[in-house]
């Protein structure tokens, strides 16, 4: 493939600016993985999907999942830190925790946990559930246990559990009716975790969730309950259990700048506290740590504008300075960074089923009578007459000719037939200006919305709501590339829907390095070739936060490990969720509709409507039907 054809896909996909080293393409157009960006293995992702569907059997969507840059993620997470301790003379520790809300799937956190003893990976639960998940996991003693989120008595004493498992466990105090709850339940059993408090601080965050933070931020305490709880755990004598001061500003900074402002400010409570005599060990900055969607290094809401070298410099070299001006230690940091770990570790591959027409697709050509209104012999006029020169003014004329074409239908002039061939002739007229617009030096900006309005509907195997429900909820965007077929020239602009039945159900905006498309550079559909395309970056919240609309259920999942230069092997497959399994999700028993079923089936029979040869054979394919997977086959 020549470099002329490499820079048109890198203009289209910017695949080098978001993908952080780990994916690209290779000499016959299709994406490849790598572990890190400086490790020679590297795996062609056709040639995995070729393998599981074509091998395995698998049927799409399907979730794969790399391990090995969850690892690399971490390591760099933890590498930034460590730089950073070492050039500023830091004196205290890194603790990075993963909060197990960002994805507590159990292969993920098994895989973070592998270097708990090497890179101190603790966890972070934020519920019951969590916590019940988090304590029976193997840590080393060193690491942390930080249970944050709003808790009841049963979650304290099921921390205790947790404590006299020998873990390290930390109860961050969310309000002050749990601090007196917490030492309640420690005087009950004798057994009391670390506890930490969470300061509400006045620095916000930037980006989409700016409002965790702040006056109005959903958690924390005030300076005044702050106090207070100071109080409280010297009258019980428990204030030697006070280890860990807590803050977060919310999920995906995008500008650097907040986040010094929050670090000078909780580095300024930190030292005040300790100055009250109480040996505070821990500062923990919570999550915040941005993840480049969009490859734009900007303060744009899906990217950031520092790297996690310059985030790491900057949260220890505020601390620091603070600490020393005070003349307080530096404490131990703990970072929640969950979006940064593990966002690149997984792509979601999906097959594009077939090409919903629009306007201007398959319509065939219109001739026109002498009896046609003159409306529509002018557009066909237009239509035919249509060049680099002119496309600009002929595309205005159309706009009026529809307008007038639509309105003599209103008014009973026209047949249906002639709106019909008004209409074709009218898109065709959009479609020629739009491709003379696109040739042009600078395409006309005026062109966007057609651009739009005639893309291409893909229709894509997967449901939005259960797979990458941020794009459909909170507009977040997602790198979408074709996994093969990349260096072809034959190109469709369009736009794409999944097979829910909801009009939400659809991706129009896409990553672009300056501006956010709407439209999509994809290579043609073929009837009845396979069609793989990739969003890209989904690993961080999607899986967990996707709910089941429509009943269709979790994709089939592929664990890869990339053994060398295009070697790989499938560690583990999980299947994804099949009809029984949705019907049981929604309190339906299969058992029960199938034996439902029999009887109305028994009732065809004896009414003579069915013999029962016919009514065993339905019954049966119902039977089987409960083992389908739920999306298309």
């Known amino acids: 493939m020549n470099e002329q054809v490499l820079q048109r896909i890198q203009s289209m996909y910017g695949i080098e600016n978001w993908s952080a080293g780990y994916f690209d393409v290779n000499d016959q157009g299709n994406m490849i993985a ?71 799937r159990r292969e993920v956190v098994e895989e973070f946990l592998r270097d708990s003893g090497r890179l101190r990976v603790g966890l972070e639960c934020g519920s019951k559930a969590e916590l019940y998940a988090g304590i029976a996991q193997e840590q080393m ?29 930390v109860i961050v105090i969310e309000k002050l009716n749990e601090l007196k709850m917490l030492l309640r339940v420690a005087a009950e059993t004798g057994v009391c975790p670390s506890i930490g408090l969470r300061v509400k601080l006045y620095t916000r965050g930037s980006g989409k969730w700016a409002s965790s933070g702040g006056d109005s931020a959903k958690f924390g305490l005030t300076t005044s309950e702050i106090m207070e709880c100071v109080k409280l755990l010297k009258e019980s004598g428990r204030e030697g259990h006070f280890k860990l001061l807590h803050f977060h500003i919310g999920s995906q ?78 404490p131990n940091l703990v970072t929640e960074s969950g979006r940064m770990m ?38 066909k006029w237009l239509c035919d007459d249509i060049n680099g020169k002119n496309y600009l003014e002929y595309y205005h004329d159309a706009i009026e000719h529809k307008d007038e074409l639509h309105t003599q239908f209103n008014l009973g002039l026209i047949s249906l037939e002639d709106r019909a061939k008004g209409e074709v002739l009218y898109w065709e007229v959009c479609a020629r200006a739009l491709k003379e617009s696109e040739q042009a030096r600078v395409p006309h900006e005026e062109f966007e919305e057609v651009k739009r309005v005639l893309a291409a509907k893909y229709l894509c195997n997967f449901s939005l709501f259960r797979s990458a429900p941020d794009s459909w909820a909170i507009g977040q ?122 009887a109305k089936i028994q009732e065809r029979v004896e009414a003579g409507c069915l013999d029962p040869a016919t009514g065993e054979a339905l019954l049966e394919q119902y039977r089987a039907a409960a083992s389908w997977n739920t999306y298309l086959d």
Not at 51 to 62: D, S
Not at 71 to 95: C, M, P
Not at 145 to 164: H, P, T, W, Y
Not at 544 to 551: P, R
């Open 342 to 379: 593990t966002a690149y570790h997984t792509i979601l591959v999906v097959s594009i089923r077939e090409e919903i027409e629009t306007f201007a697709d398959d319509q065939p050509e219109v001739e026109i009578d002498e009896d046609d209104p003159q409306v529509i012999t002018e557009l």
């Open 34 to 104: 790598r572990p890190s960006n400086q490790d020679d293995r590297w795996v062609d992702l056709k040639k995995v999907l070729d393998h599981l569907v074509h091998e395995q059997k698998l049927q799409l969507p399907i979730l794969l999942r790399f391990p090995q840059i969850l690892s690399n993620q971490l390591e760099i997470l933890t590498s930034a830190y460590k730089d950073a301790i070492q050039q500023f003379d830091y004196r205290g520790k890194h603790f990075p925790v993963f909060p197990m809300k960002v994805n507590p």
């Open 477 to 598: 965007l997602f790198p979408i590339v074709p996994i093969h077929r990349l260096h072809e020239s034959r190109l469709d602009f369009a736009t794409l829907v999944d097979v829910t039945c909801d009009s939400d159900g659809k991706i129009d905006k896409f990553v672009d390095l300056k501006d956010v498309k709407e439209t999509l550079e994809l290579p043609e559909w073929k009837e009845n070739e396979d069609y793989y395309l990739g969003l890209f970056l989904v690993g961080a919240y999607q899986e967990v936060m996707g709910s089941y609309h429509n009943l269709f259920g979790v994709p089939n999942e592929a664990q890869v490990i990339m053994d060398g230069a295009d070697q790989f092997r499938i560690a583990k497959i999980v299947p994804g969720s099949r009809i029984s399994d949705m019907v049981s999700f929604a309190h339906y028993d299969a058992q029960t509709l199938q034996s439902q079923l029999a």
């Open 253 to 330: 900074i995008t500008d650097i700048k907040r986040v010094k402002n929050a670090m000078k400010e909780a580095a300024r409570v930190y030292a005040k506290i300790h100055q009250l005599g109480l040996d505070i060990e821990y500062l923990d900055i919570g999550g915040g740590l941005g993840v480049d969607y969009d490859g734009s290094k900007t303060r744009f809401e899906s990217s950031m504008n520092y790297t996690v070298q310059e985030f790491a410099n900057d949260v220890v070299y505020t601390i620091q300075a603070v600490c020393d001006e005070e003349e307080v230690p530096h």
């Open 141 to 169: 003693p060193e690491t942390l246990l930080i249970c944050n989120g709003f808790k009841d008595e049963s979650f304290c004493r099921l921390a205790c559990v947790g404590v006299q498992a020998g873990k390290r466990v």
